[in-house]
């Protein structure tokens, strides 16, 4: 696959929010988006990855970025975040330069200095000035040089609105630009629409799950085309849910990337419990997940449950044998591997298996192409009368055996709803019909209505009326 396939693309003007750690930039994202979207906590360096989400700000759509902070020390991962923070920068139309109101350190004025090339697009944003009182500390820093600057407190909301009026005036021509073009139509809505159950697919999201070291940040810079996420051999770097964007053969494509996600016993701090639940949350914003498996160490107990989650949320599912070129090359390994899936995960024996390697962009092509016949399959409606024509085939051929002198039938079938997918069977005595005829009912729907690679529902309901066939 070539880079010239994934296009990412900068649709809005973009706001980052950047300083050392810990002095409220995630506070101050999640009070601009009026959501709790990045992780807060007084640890220093909770936020790793950028974190961005669309804001709208008086009408305008702006991409907001939560940085994971500047941080020359020695701490875990400090120079990567500080890395990933300036790729991001470099990016920014407005930079957020927050700084703690209370003290003005040397590592801050380090920090000043490292940030002096953008001062053209900086406001410099003081922090934790609770109350009109403490205004008077804003003169500590207002010989930097910058001429931008205000005085907030993220966590109570104070002068919030100041800042964001400050913000619209340096994207005054960003936001005349978006106003006469497209600036923001975003077809991206939680729910679900009638245009999304239409043959043409224009948008798939997606989230990638897994165990901890699987590739899954891998995947996304892959996929995305851009640095994203930071990759490390060491478990538990991903915490927050980081989100991309790309197209791929004319198709927009949202993708989540996840924190791995491992047994309960070994979630030892706060700030992975919350990341643990966010990813299982990433399952309901997906149409189809990504289960990245390692194929080196295989399929383990955490993996299922992870997939009793995907199914019993309706989701499509793909499993990713990640880490393929680093297995031994034997004759039929695929086949052996994919049988060794159905034998030991039964709950996921209807979904496509895809071997891949992140590092290498090896599969990528296959990857995409399955995971549009799944979304495809998502959202396909069969009709009552096309549906009732084929279970009274799949009756006459193998009728619904009696019990203890009990006759039962099968009145009607319909399809109740797509994504998830649910089939009703009205009978004629719904207690103790047969679990084995609605399996069988269940693969007769699969193969005639090609529904091989989801998961869907048949249920039993008792027949008062038939309706009228669509």
């Not at 008077?136 to 002068?159: C, E, P």
């Not at 399952?283 to 995907?310: C, F, N, P, R, W």
């Not at 009274?392 to 099968?410: C, N, Q, T």
Request: hydrophobic share 35%; proline share 4%; with cysteine.
């Amino acid at each position: 696959m070539t880079d010239s396939e994934f296009i990412s693309s900068k649709k809005y003007p973009c706001v980052v929010i950047a300083g050392r750690p810990n002095v409220g930039k995630s506070t101050l994202f999640n009070r601009l988006l009026r959501q709790r979207r990045s992780i807060t906590d007084p640890v220093p360096g909770v936020t790793r990855d950028p974190v961005s989400s669309i804001w709208d700000l008086d009408g305008h759509k702006i991409t907001l970025t939560d940085t994971g902070g500047i941080d020359y020390s020695d701490a875990d991962f400090a120079s990567l975040i500080t890395d990933k923070s300036f790729q991001t920068l470099e990016k920014g139309d407005v930079i957020l330069l927050l700084l703690d109101g209370k003290e003005l350190t040397g590592e801050d004025e380090f920090v000043i200095q490292k940030m002096r090339r953008f001062t053209d697009k900086i406001i410099l944003v003081i922090n934790k000035l609770d109350s009109p009182e403490k205004d008077d500390l804003l003169w500590n820093f207002k010989g930097m040089g910058f001429s931008r600057i205000v005085g907030i407190s993220s966590s109570q909301g104070r002068n919030i609105d100041v800042l964001t009026d400050e913000i619209k005036k340096l994207l005054a021509d960003r936001f005349t630009a978006c106003d006469d073009g497209d600036n923001g139509a975003d077809d991206d809505a939680d729910g679900q629409n009638e245009d999304l159950v239409n043959a043409r697919i224009s948008h798939i999201k997606l989230s990638i799950i897994g165990k901890p070291n699987t590739g899954k940040s891998t995947l996304l810079n892959r996929l995305t085309g851009d640095d994203r996420s930071i990759v490390s051999d060491i478990p538990g770097t991903t915490r927050d849910v980081i989100e991309g964007t790309f197209s791929y053969r004319d198709i927009k494509y949202t993708v989540y990337d996840t924190a791995g996600i491992r047994r309960k016993k070994k979630v030892t701090d706060d700030i992975e419990y919350y990341s643990v639940n966010r990813a299982i949350g990433s399952i309901d914003h997906a149409e189809v997940v990504l289960l990245m498996i390692d194929s080196l160490e295989g399929l383990t107990d955490q993996d299922k449950k992870i997939a009793y989650q995907i199914v019993k949320k309706g989701r499509g599912v793909v499993i990713v044998l990640n880490k393929w070129d680093m297995m031994p090359h034997t004759p039929n390994a695929e086949r052996a591997m994919r049988d060794r899936l159905s034998f030991l995960f039964p709950i996921l024996d209807f979904a496509p298996v895809v071997t891949i390697s992140a590092r290498e962009g090896q599969g990528i092509d296959k990857l995409m192409d399955t995971i549009f016949k799944v979304r495809r399959q998502l959202f396909t409606r069969i009709s009552t009368s096309e549906l009732n024509k084929a279970v009274r085939e799949w009756v006459d051929d193998y009728p619904v055996p009696s019990a203890k002198g009990i006759r039962y039938k099968i009145r009607y079938a319909t399809q109740a709803e797509v994504f998830p997918s649910r089939f009703l069977l009205f009978v004629n005595r719904p207690e103790r019909f047969p679990d084995a005829y609605v399996s069988y009912i269940k693969n007769k729907i699969r193969k005639r209505f090609r529904l091989t690679m989801i998961p869907f529902e048949v249920e039993i309901r008792e027949s008062v009326s038939r309706p009228r066939e669509e």
